[in-house]
């Protein structure tokens, strides 16, 4: 009898996988990154976290020129605009917040975010009732999150409301930005781009505006240079991220890589234990897991409609007997 698997579920298998394990590493980045923001400027050190990414991501397309007509340009230019956010604005609100707190808001954000967005570039409709409903429970969670922050029941205690004002802010325009980025990476996949390509050429802007914003800045230089050797390591880790969450874009819906990434908030929070800047908050952990509720929703409503039956869908012959 013979075994088969369907190819796009295959894809969609390996695209979440993906997904999961981006959201791992990425969740040791941000506490790492959000510990070290204390002492390094986070202009200078978002500035030396993308010119590591970009060094590699430049040795591994070089040689190879990718398809450029308007279309593309277009997309490039939006990449590199909504890259510049993502980095700068979460790097921002993580030296603010809880990084557990600004991961969850950063990602809570981004699936109602997303089904606005595409809407109105899609000028109609761009979500059913399901994704609607996962999305507003995912607001619901990251409402208690803010509500955590502002009253000082975070992992940080009780901290100033400018402070704390200004990460919840930088977060949720990272979260906006995130929304734009994957969009315009799908473009370009669309379009005939590769992997490589795509991160190959989306750093420019953001490497222009950490250098001169890192321009006069009173930054610690001498803890910059005592934390290199962390600063090279998490910068190589986050490289690894990044190609994961590419691969992720490529072989799912953009509403789903967007959902994935609320997976962060979790990890983050497991892993910033080991951070004894801060303290165990539970209320954080509620709001996670009200925002995980909404994920779980949405992940599997959204495997159901994609791939609706195996019988129906083409089959690849994997192994038989």
């Given at each position: 009898?013979?075994?088969?698997?369907?190819?796009?579920?295959?894809?969609?298998?390996?695209?979440?996988?993906?997904?999961?394990?981006?959201?791992?590493?990425?969740?040791?980045?941000?506490?790492?990154?959000?510990?070290?923001?204390?002492?390094?400027?986070?202009?200078?050190?978002?500035?030396?976290?993308?010119?590591?990414?970009?060094?590699?991501?430049?040795?591994?397309?070089?040689?190879?020129?990718?398809?450029?007509?308007?279309?593309?340009?277009?997309?490039?230019?939006?990449?590199?605009?909504?890259?510049?956010?993502?980095?700068?604005?979460?790097?921002?609100?993580?030296?603010?917040?809880?990084?557990?707190?600004?991961?969850?808001?950063?990602?809570g954000a981004t699936p109602l975010m997303t089904i606005v967005v595409t809407g109105f570039v899609a000028q109609r409709r761009a979500a059913g009732i399901s994704q609607w409903a996962g999305g507003t429970v995912v607001l619901a969670g990251s409402g208690l999150l803010v509500w955590v922050s502002c009253t000082g029941h975070s992992g940080l205690g009780t901290v100033d409301s400018r402070s704390t004002a200004i990460g919840i802010g930088a977060v949720l325009v990272s979260g906006l930005s995130t929304v734009f980025l994957t969009l315009c990476a799908k473009r370009l996949i669309q379009i005939g781009w590769r992997d490589s390509a795509v991160l190959a050429h989306r750093f420019y802007f953001t490497i222009v505006c950490c250098a001169a914003l890192s321009i006069g800045v009173r930054a610690d230089w001498s803890a910059a240079a005592d934390r290199s050797g962390y600063l090279i390591l998490f910068s190589v880790l986050g490289s690894g991220v990044v190609l994961l969450l590419q691969i992720g874009i490529r072989k799912v819906a953009p509403f789903v890589v967007l959902a994935m990434t609320n997976l962060n908030p979790l990890i983050t929070y497991t892993i910033q234990l080991f951070d004894h800047r801060l303290s165990t908050s539970l209320d954080t952990l509620y709001g996670i897991a009200v925002i995980l509720t909404g994920l779980a929703w949405i992940i599997l409503t959204q495997r159901r409609t994609t791939h609706p039956a195996p019988a129906a869908a083409v089959s690849t012959p994997t192994s038989s007997r």
């Open positions: 009898m013979g075994l088969t698997v369907t190819t796009e579920g295959a894809d969609y298998g390996r695209g979440v996988a993906s997904l999961g394990l981006a959201s791992m590493l990425g969740a040791a980045v941000n506490v790492a990154f959000g510990n070290i923001a204390q002492t390094v400027n986070p202009f200078v050190l978002t500035l030396f976290m993308v010119g590591v990414s970009s060094i590699v991501f430049g040795v591994a397309n070089r040689g190879r020129r990718p398809i450029l007509n308007p279309a593309a340009w277009r997309a490039v230019i939006g990449l590199n605009v909504a890259s510049a956010g993502v980095y700068i604005f979460l790097v921002v609100g993580l030296k603010y917040l809880e990084p557990a707190v600004g991961t969850a808001l950063q990602a």
